[in-house]
């Protein structure tokens, strides 16, 4: 089918309603720059179509009185969309796409070309150009679509720019598509993400921060997301959650978008399933340990979960998912790799300099730099716990840390609740190694953790479980690795040290315990631990 070319002024005159919205010359100039000759009159008014919100079949309706859209589509496909990707992908430093008619007017706002009352600076507002200048007319322009849903305030963020820039470079540069940020609770896992989201908020399309604290359903959250991104679609939305995945995991294809959930550990299931018995007075742990190791798994009903973060590894796209955990699941240990598109960054404490920024940020400023080493090494710059403790000794102390020191207790209140919560989730064979790790000053590599166990507890345990038993303590967050040998923090093992005096105490009266050891055993470990403790703290 040959169609009749309309001559130069027909072209001009139509959709001219263009040039009232926006910068057509400076968009015709750049275009032309980045092609490599100046634009064709139908290429023009192609592109004042789609300036005027037209589908090619609206266009092709217009302009041939056709009902067919093929030659506009080709003609668009072939080179409206190649010249305009390449002029936007080349302006922002990364790759654009444009995959849908509706999508031009959309990309091309952003970069500045729609006309405002108030003059613009640039037609395309490179990465690291109007820092100063930049008016806030260009900043709202500029900002992707965002639902920031209960992220928390971040104006006061201390340290943690090493890990920043890290995770700046794996997201916009190296294409990671998944980012797991790992640690023990406290760490400062939920101000880390928005704070980064932040950082990086202008280099996406779309920003969405949803928290897990109160567990949605995998339905819930992936109804939200695609209300937010898929508003007023023109697609079906699939009636299943399956076909809602691959709905979403299709439009991260096609757009940038950054995808936050905190708090994923959640909707993780409890690993505590020790069998019970009971008694006429109460019911108690059964004395012999299952030696079973289940792996870190969802609870019931939200499997759909690992679904999701599965594809959003696996498959192909430009958007990023960022998850918050004490725990890693199973699917992103198999998918992250230092060279592959999923990744995991484990948080740990706060540097000296840092966690004296939150001291003083409380009101305690006259701090001696031995006082404040102490405890600081105490609690392994965890910044909850700073936080917690900072309070406790304006409260109670009136400031004074020296007698905060002197009463001898380092794990209370909060910091005991946070502790218990991630304790409980484990399972009697990690209870096991937790236990005897805290026993021990000097960190202890996986051999030596299989030759030896509690002393006075039978029957051995196998190196299998022992090696799956270290790996699970790993990916909860509750060990640190240094090379190959693994250690609790201070505040851990004394937290550790606590449950252990307090459960043989009980249990001593109650039954014989899978965790009972000898007394006289028992007082020679426990008194060595508080002796070494001491004269750590005081060199």
């Given at each position: 089918?040959?169609?009749?070319?309309?001559?130069?002024?027909?072209?001009?005159?139509?959709?001219?309603?263009?040039?009232?919205?926006?910068?057509?010359?400076?968009?015709?100039?750049?275009?032309?720059?980045?092609?490599?000759?100046?634009?064709?009159?139908?290429?023009?008014?192609?592109?004042?179509?789609?300036?005027?919100?037209?589908?090619?079949?609206?266009?092709?309706?217009?302009?041939?009185?056709?009902?067919?859209?093929?030659?506009?589509?080709?003609?668009?496909?072939?080179?409206?969309?190649?010249?305009?990707?390449?002029?936007?992908?080349?302006?922002?430093?990364?790759?654009?796409?444009?995959?849908?008619?509706?999508?031009?007017?959309?990309?091309?706002?952003?970069?500045?070309?729609?006309?405002?009352?108030?003059?613009?600076?640039?037609?395309?507002?490179?990465?690291?150009?109007?820092?100063?200048?930049?008016?806030e007319l260009v900043k709202m322009q500029s900002t992707s679509i965002q639902d920031w849903g209960e992220a928390i305030d971040v104006s006061v963020f201390h340290g943690r720019t090493t890990e920043l820039t890290k995770t700046q470079q794996w997201i916009l540069q190296e294409g990671c598509r998944l980012l797991l940020l790992l640690g023990m609770g406290g760490i400062g896992k939920t101000a880390f993400s928005v704070k980064l989201a932040q950082e990086i908020q202008e280099q996406f399309d779309y920003v969405i921060w949803r928290s897990l604290r109160l567990s949605p359903s995998p339905e819930q959250i992936i109804e939200q997301l695609i209300q937010t991104l898929l508003p007023k679609s023109d697609t079906v939305i699939s009636e299943t959650i399956e076909g809602r995945i691959s709905q979403l995991i299709d439009f991260f294809r096609n757009n940038r978008c950054l995808i936050v959930l905190d708090n994923f550990d959640a909707i993780l299931a409890s690993s505590d399933n020790s069998p019970t018995f009971t008694t006429s007075h109460q019911t108690i742990k059964n004395s012999f340990p299952p030696?079973?190791?289940?792996?870190?798994?969802?609870?019931?009903?939200?499997?759909?979960?690992?679904?999701?973060?599965?594809?959003?590894?696996?498959?192909?796209?430009?958007?990023?998912?960022?998850?918050?955990?004490?725990?890693?699941?199973?699917?992103?240990?198999?998918?992250?790799?230092?060279?592959?598109?999923?990744?995991?960054?484990?948080?740990?404490?706060?540097?000296?300099?840092?966690?004296?920024?939150?001291?003083?940020?409380?009101?305690?400023?006259?701090?001696?730099?031995?006082?404040?080493?102490?405890?600081?090494?105490?609690?392994?710059?965890?910044?909850?716990?700073?936080?917690?403790?900072?309070?406790?000794?304006?409260?109670?102390?009136?400031?004074?840390?020296?007698?905060?020191?002197?009463?001898?207790?380092?794990?209370?209140?909060?910091?005991?609740?946070?502790?218990?919560?991630?304790?409980?989730?484990?399972?009697?064979?990690?209870?096991?190694?937790?236990?005897?790790?805290?026993?021990?000053?000097?960190?202890?590599?996986?051999?030596?953790?299989?030759?030896?166990?509690?002393?006075?507890?039978?029957?051995?345990?196998?190196?299998?479980?022992?090696?799956?038993?270290?790996?699970?303590?790993?990916?909860?967050?509750?060990?640190?690795?240094?090379?190959?040998?693994?250690?609790?923090?201070?505040?851990?093992?004394?937290?550790?040290?606590?449950?252990?005096?307090?459960?043989?105490?009980?249990?001593?009266?109650?039954?014989?315990?899978?965790?009972?050891?000898?007394?006289?055993?028992?007082?020679?470990?426990?008194?060595?631990?508080?002796?070494?403790?001491?004269?750590?703290?005081?060199?």
């Amino acid at each position: 089918m040959v169609i009749a070319t309309p001559d130069s002024n027909q072209i001009e005159e139509e959709f001219v309603e263009a040039k009232n919205n926006w910068e057509l010359e400076k968009l015709y100039v750049d275009l032309a720059s980045t092609k490599g000759k100046a634009l064709t009159p139908v290429e023009k008014k192609f592109l004042r179509g789609l300036l005027c919100g037209c589908s090619p079949a609206e266009i092709a309706s217009i302009v041939y009185q056709s009902r067919s859209s093929s030659t506009v589509r080709v003609y668009l496909s072939n080179g409206l969309y190649k010249y305009i990707e390449e002029m936007l992908s080349n302006a922002a430093g990364y790759s654009v796409k444009v995959k849908n008619w509706s999508r031009v007017t959309y990309l091309l706002e952003k970069a500045g070309y729609k006309k405002y009352r108030f003059p613009l600076p640039a037609t395309i507002i490179p990465k690291q150009v109007q820092k100063n200048q930049e008016t806030e007319l260009v900043k709202m322009q500029s900002t992707s679509i965002q639902d920031w849903g209960e992220a928390i305030d971040v104006s006061v963020f201390h340290g943690r720019t090493t890990e920043l820039t890290k995770t700046q470079q794996w997201i916009l540069q190296e294409g990671c598509r998944l980012l797991l940020l790992l640690g023990m609770g406290g760490i400062g896992k939920t101000a880390f993400s928005v704070k980064l989201a932040q950082e990086i908020q202008e280099q996406f399309d779309y920003v969405i921060w949803r928290s897990l604290r109160l567990s949605p359903s995998p339905e819930q959250i992936i109804e939200q997301l695609i209300q937010t991104l898929l508003p007023k679609s023109d697609t079906v939305i699939s009636e299943t959650i399956e076909g809602r995945i691959s709905q979403l995991i299709d439009f991260f294809r096609n757009n940038r978008c950054l995808i936050v959930l905190d708090n994923f550990d959640a909707i993780l299931a409890s690993s505590d399933n020790s069998p019970t018995f009971t008694t006429s007075h109460q019911t108690i742990k059964n004395s012999f340990p299952p030696f079973l190791l289940p792996k870190i798994q969802y609870r019931p009903g939200y499997e759909l979960y690992g679904e999701l973060i599965q594809r959003v590894g696996e498959s192909q796209h430009q958007s990023c998912l960022i998850l918050t955990s004490r725990e890693k699941t199973p699917e992103i240990a198999a998918l992250e790799g230092l060279t592959l598109p999923v990744r995991c960054l484990r948080l740990t404490g706060l540097n000296q300099s840092e966690s004296l920024s939150i001291l003083k940020c409380k009101g305690l400023f006259n701090i001696s730099e031995d006082k404040f080493r102490v405890l600081s090494e105490q609690y392994a710059g965890n910044p909850l716990f700073l936080k917690l403790i900072a309070t406790t000794i304006q409260e109670l102390f009136n400031g004074n840390i020296d007698e905060f020191t002197a009463q001898g207790t380092v794990v209370f209140g909060e910091i005991r609740a946070i502790l218990d919560h991630q304790f409980h989730r484990l399972s009697q064979l990690e209870k096991h190694l937790m236990y005897w790790l805290a026993m021990n000053q000097n960190a202890v590599s996986v051999k030596q953790l299989q030759k030896n166990t509690i002393p006075g507890l039978s029957p051995r345990l196998s190196q299998r479980l022992i090696l799956e038993a270290v790996d699970l303590l790993h990916k909860r967050s509750l060990i640190e690795q240094q090379a190959s040998s693994f250690s609790q923090t201070p505040v851990l093992r004394e937290y550790m040290i606590e449950r252990l005096v307090e459960e043989n105490l009980t249990l001593s009266e109650e039954q014989e315990s899978y965790f009972l050891m000898s007394q006289k055993i028992f007082a020679a470990h426990l008194k060595n631990h508080i002796k070494q403790s001491r004269l750590n703290a005081e060199i």
